[in-house]
């Protein structure tokens, strides 16, 4: 009993112990001073922090002390730490939940848990917040050590992963995603941001050297080749290393003049150094048990003081819009803060102001304080007096108020509206503006609240914010094309007109026609149009030229027409046949796909992004219907209060459809899903047929006045006559390469490019290859003189190894730092890096390109002969470097090309990815369009061979199928699956060959048994025996066995078995003198003569006599036997003896 007692006190202290080191360490580095477990830490040395597994560990620089810190931190995870407090703070990816774990307490503390998509985390140890990204939110948020005060900084940001904090120099960097990688910067409130530079590599890890202000980031090209790169704070000053890098799981940290990262596939974590790089070194001196994550270096250097740099008072350059007076800090002079921010203790910086806290704030209910002012706030079921500090109850509106849909407060001057929140009241009282208002505060596009009362605009890709800062215009810097303008269907024409009416000019012209449908596709630049009276569908260029005929059969009222741009086919309507057909857009491959239900369909539209098509039925039952492009998922966006709805339009950028009603002479708007309907005009435009939408503006063809109006598209104000002179405006639509977003317009004629195409916001953008220059006019590529450009080369080149010109890799460096940046005004070309020198900027052309900085051309060394090739290899030029691939029928083996033992060329290989990287033989291997984005999955890099007009994925590790769709345990499981299937098909066919065999064997045994039966003579029964002389036997003669049955009274002689030849007994005689027997039998024995063998089943018959004897005749040299055997339902008795 004692010492079970004394075994569990050991257990609970050990467990205790234990828990102790892994959640309650009271230091670092796990050391205390000489004068006890209350004093403090000693001068803690440099260690590791790493998610393994499910936890969270330390490890020394020199790989020894490995202990586990946190446990159950999640098995996917973002790390940061707070040195002077001594804590640990991490992200789950998995389920979204941010932690914090101090080494002196006992227990992990939940700082957040509602965001499923954090890509990033940082801690800032000055000002103790906490920043994370979300990458499919696309925001940055932050928020106190505590968990609390949560907001977010930054919105509308594509894919941001990996953020970092200098909060000394108050700047926040990020990575960010989507088609254009690059490394974006804010200061620390979210203001100020600015792009530093563009990667056309993939970007995965994000580390930062503050002593060095310098950004570390893990760069992945598309032929699988990785850098470790380096830039400044503002971008510039690139600097390399390239190392073999896995993308899986991989942490980066700098500390000093190393920097370490994870190596998952090898369980290791590796150094190099920062400056040269070199061959890896491995931190760990043991394989670890499971993937190292996400790391970070733990030392006061890389968590340094703000005091610190700071030796006197001055001023803090990067306090951003805190600081608003600063004396010259050679004076050591103060800071002087702007309202809502004081100094801090020293003096060197400007900190918010918590005027909430203070209780000087006014509210009369609730305060939020933010950063340099506050804001009161109210219950639920309150709300805030126009002097914005005092609450009141929310009443129902009486009398006139009847606009206002949040109920109504009392005021001394009467009763005015209730606004939602993120709104305010507009002069009239009833009205609000605001993000959460139906105007969305002004803004063209985008509404971002800043406060209650408070709001900024922004614009789309593309489009540029007005200096009224509420508008976005499509002239953005993006555009460098014409302005917009109408394409206008007049019934014995089509017109282009201006967005103002100006500048009329006839397209086509169709005196006896009667032209109500059109579009256009801006991919092929081509307008189509439907002639109700010619019954036919054609298409113009734009450009000019002849018209073409695409549909012309089983036509009658075509009045509706919408060009699927993304997708390549065109939908249109017919009013007799009450039908909405769809073909190619060349008229081919035509089909009916909505027809049920239909009874006059007129005007229809079609979504490509949203994969929708909209129209519009006249019918006796008008109604606004939506269905998928197939025509499946039919839904009613509108049914009621309807008359006749004729023309369609979408608002791509609002994702809403405006469609008008003839007979109504009214204007309605609502979500794509047909929510939030509203009214926009009503008996003002007399009747209208159809509806264009553009930027801010609404068009309308008005048929009773025969004239176009334009109308603000939200508010339904600033109506305008902008064009009249016209016959009977139907179909309208707007050209311009944003008014149908998401156009590849390389796909058609390389989009007018020379030799390289690349298509940006539906605009070509061209360039041109190696050995070539741009023209001026963009048309054509000239030949460039490239006799002084030179490509270096190492004398180890290995074959079908990638061979970089210079230390730099290819990226585009299109710097968009500031406005205030010299090197922005250069427009360097994208292959050029803006150089200061002696304080004047220049563009300088990266390493194998050659050019005067604004226009970089790609060296091309194979054509030069300046390449490093080796025998029995060819070299394949590409932008930045040049490739040495091995020729037919011959293979590396990493320094040379040997010759194939067999003579197949093509690599059959199970991954997509040997397919992409080793078969390179010819230059038809180019990077996917932008339609094919998402091809490959989980990360997967894509590729187009035209000559196969095909795609094919190189997939990340870990991932591994046509599309990348299968992770290697995913694979591992259906490999097994179609195994286990293979092989239970296989058991089943063994089986079922089973049974036939032994089915078969079944009957052969039967069957032989029953021959063996009756070729046995059975048992006698009542049998006289009488010998039969040798000479009555002729040799021939085959002895025949009779039975004499009895068949009640009379005797029948009948074959047992054997051949029915001559008669044994001619003659036989009964001693009885009855003469039956003997009759019978030769009865029988002439009746059975001339017939082969045969079975009598007489054998079985019932035998009522127990014996019949038959004596040889005296006069016969026979002898006849007769014998009555024993039926087969009776056994055989073999003791029973012969009479």
Not at 924 to 945: A, D, I, K, N, R
Request: charged fraction near 20%.
């Amino acid at each position: 009993m004692l010492a079970a007692t004394i075994t569990a006190a050991l257990i609970y202290f050990m467990v205790q112990s234990s828990g102790a080191l892994a959640l309650g360490t009271a230091c670092w580095d796990e050391r205390l001073s000489r004068a006890g477990r209350n004093s403090s830490c000693v001068a803690s040395q440099p260690f590791l922090i790493f998610g393994h597994g499910k936890a969270i560990h330390r490890l020394d620089l020199d790989g020894k002390n490995q202990r586990r810190l946190v446990a159950g931190v999640g098995s996917s995870i973002l790390l940061d730490f707070h040195f002077r407090e001594e804590g640990v703070y991490w992200a789950d990816k998995h389920t979204g939940v941010i932690y914090k774990a101090t080494l002196r307490g006992a227990h992990k503390q939940k700082l957040y848990s509602s965001d499923r998509h954090i890509s990033g985390l940082a801690v800032d140890w000055i000002w103790n917040s906490v920043y994370w990204t979300s990458q499919e939110k696309g925001k940055i948020k932050r928020m106190d050590l505590n968990g609390k005060n949560e907001r977010t900084l930054l919105r509308h940001l594509t894919q941001p992963s990996s953020v970092v904090v200098d909060p000394i120099n108050r700047f926040l960097f990020w990575l960010s995603g989507g088609m254009t990688r690059s490394i974006q910067r804010s200061d620390a409130t979210g203001q100020m941001k600015t792009t530093l530079i563009k990667i056309a590599e993939q970007l995965k890890a994000l580390s930062i050297d503050r002593e060095a202000k310098r950004l570390f980031w893990v760069q992945f090209g598309l032929q699988g080749e990785s850098a470790i790169a380096s830039c400044d704070y503002n971008g510039n000053a690139l600097h390399f290393i390239d190392q073999p890098l896995q993308s899986q799981s991989l942490g980066i940290s700098v500390f000093l003049e190393h920097i370490y990262y994870t190596d998952a596939a090898s369980r290791v974590i590796k150094q190099v150094n920062k400056y040269t790089g070199g061959e890896p070194l491995d931190v760990n001196i043991k394989r670890m048990a499971k993937p190292p994550t996400d790391i970070k270096v733990v030392h006061p250097l890389n968590q340094p003081q703000a005091d610190s740099l700071s030796p006197f008072p001055g001023c803090d350059k990067q306090s951003g819009n805190c600081v608003n007076v600063c004396s010259n800090v050679a004076e050591q002079g103060v800071c002087q803060c702007s309202e809502g921010f004081a100094l801090n203790k020293q003096g060197t910086y400007c900190e918010d102001v918590n005027e909430c806290a203070h209780w000087n704030h006014g509210c009369s209910l609730g305060c939020e304080n933010i950063p340099g002012s506050y804001f009161c706030t109210c219950p639920k079921g309150y709300a805030l007096l126009p002097d914005r500090k005092t609450c009141q109850e929310i009443i129902p509106c009486e009398g006139n108020m009847t606009e206002c849909g949040q109920g109504c407060l009392t005021t001394d001057e009467g009763y005015v509206c209730v606004c939602p929140e993120g709104s305010i009241l507009q002069e009239d009282g009833q009205s609000c503006t605001g993000c959460s208002s139906a105007d969305t505060g002004g803004c063209s596009q985008l509404c971002t609240p800043v406060t209650p009362s408070r709001w900024q605009c922004g614009c789309l890709s593309g489009y540029q914010l007005h200096q009224d800062g509420k508008r976005c215009i499509a002239t953005g810097e993006s555009y460098q094309g014409p302005p917009p303008y109408l394409l206008v269907a007049n019934l014995v024409d089509v017109r282009r007109i201006n967005p103002d009416g100006t500048e009329d000019q006839t397209l086509v012209e169709e005196p006896r026609g009667t032209i109500i449908a059109l579009d256009y596709d801006p991919v092929q630049n081509n307008v189509y149009f439907a002639s109700t009276s010619r019954k036919t569908i054609e298409r113009i260029d734009l450009n000019g030229g002849s018209r073409d005929i695409v549909v012309s059969e089983d036509l009658n009222s075509p009045e509706g027409l919408a060009i699927d741009w993304v997708h390549r086919r065109m939908y249109w309507t017919d009013k007799s046949q009450s039908a909405i057909d769809c073909s190619t857009l060349v008229g081919l491959n035509r089909e009916t796909i909505v027809s049920k239900g239909l009874e006059k369909p007129r005007g229809i539209a079609v979504h490509p992004l949203a994969k929708k098509l909209f129209w519009t039925d006249i019918g006796a039952q008008p109604v606004v219907e939506s269905a998928s492009l197939e025509g499946k998922a039919r839904s009613v966006i509108a049914s009621t209060n309807l008359v006749s709805p004729s023309g369609l339009a979408i608002d791509f950028t609002e994702d809403r459809l405006f469609w008008c009603d003839q007979q109504r002479g009214l204007v309605e708007t609502a979500a794509l899903d047909g929510s939030d309907r509203r009214i926009l005009l009503e008996n003002q435009v007399g009747r209208p047929f159809d509806l264009a939408v553009f930027e801010d503006s609404l068009w309308i063809s008005d048929r009773e006045h025969q004239q176009l109006r334009s109308v603000h598209k939200r508010t339904g104000n600033k109506l305008q006559h902008i064009h009249g002179n016209m016959v009977q405006p139907a179909s309208i639509v707007v050209v311009h390469p944003l008014a149908k977003p998401g156009a590849d317009v390389c796909l058609h004629l390389n989009g007018g490019c020379p030799q390289v195409c690349e298509s940006k916001l539906g605009f070509a953008h061209c360039s041109c290859l190696s050995q070539y220059i741009l023209s001026a006019d963009g048309k054509s590529c000239l030949p460039a003189d490239a006799t002084n450009g030179t490509a270096e080369s190492g004398d180890n080149e290995s074959p079908d190894l990638t061979t970089l010109k210079g230390t730099e890799p290819a990226l585009f460096t299109d710097k968009m730092v500031s406005d205030q940046n010299e090197c922005y005004s250069l427009r360097c070309d994208v292959n050029a890096q803006c150089l200061l020198h002696s304080g004047s900027p220049t563009c300088s052309c990266l390493e194998g390109f050659i050019g005067d900085g604004q226009l970089c051309v790609d060296i091309d060394e194979c054509q030069l002969g300046t390449h490093n090739c080796k025998k029995n290899t060819e070299c394949q030029n590409t932008l930045g470097k040049y490739l040495c691939k091995c020729q037919a029928g011959y293979q590396s083996n990493g320094q040379t090309c040997q010759e194939l033992e067999t003579t197949s060329t093509w690599v059959t290989t199970g991954s997509p990815a040997d397919v992409t990287t080793r078969h390179h033989n010819s230059n038809s291997v180019e990077s996917c369009p932008s339609t094919h984005e998402s091809y490959c999955l989980y990360e997967g890099v894509c590729f187009y061979f035209p000559e196969m007009e095909s795609y094919a994925c190189n997939c990340v590790s870990g991932y591994m199928g046509e599309r990348c769709q299968f992770s290697d345990l995913e694979w591992w499981e259906l490999q097994q699956a179609e195994e286990e299937k293979r092989r239970n098909v296989v058991i089943a066919a063994c089986m079922v060959v089973l049974i036939s065999l032994l089915s078969i064997a079944a009957c052969v045994t039967y069957c032989y048994g029953t021959r063996k039966f009756f070729h046995k003579q059975p048992s006698v029964d009542n049998v006289s025996e009488t010998s039969v002389t040798d000479e009555s036997m002729s040799e021939n003669t085959t002895t025949s066995f009779y039975m004499l049955v009895e068949n009640g009274v009379e005797e029948k002689v009948i074959p047992a078995m054997g051949c029915p030849r001559r008669a044994v007994c001619p003659s036989c005689s009964s001693e009885t003198g009855d003469n039956h027997v003997s009759e019978d039998s030769e009865t029988l024995s002439q009746h059975n003569r001339g017939y082969e063998c045969s079975m009598v089943s007489a054998v079985a018959m019932e035998i009522t006599r127990p014996t019949v004897q038959s004596s040889p005749s005296s006069s016969s040299p026979y002898s006849c036997t007769t014998f009555k055997p024993t039926p087969l339902s009776q056994t055989t008795n073999p003791e029973s003896p012969a009479s």
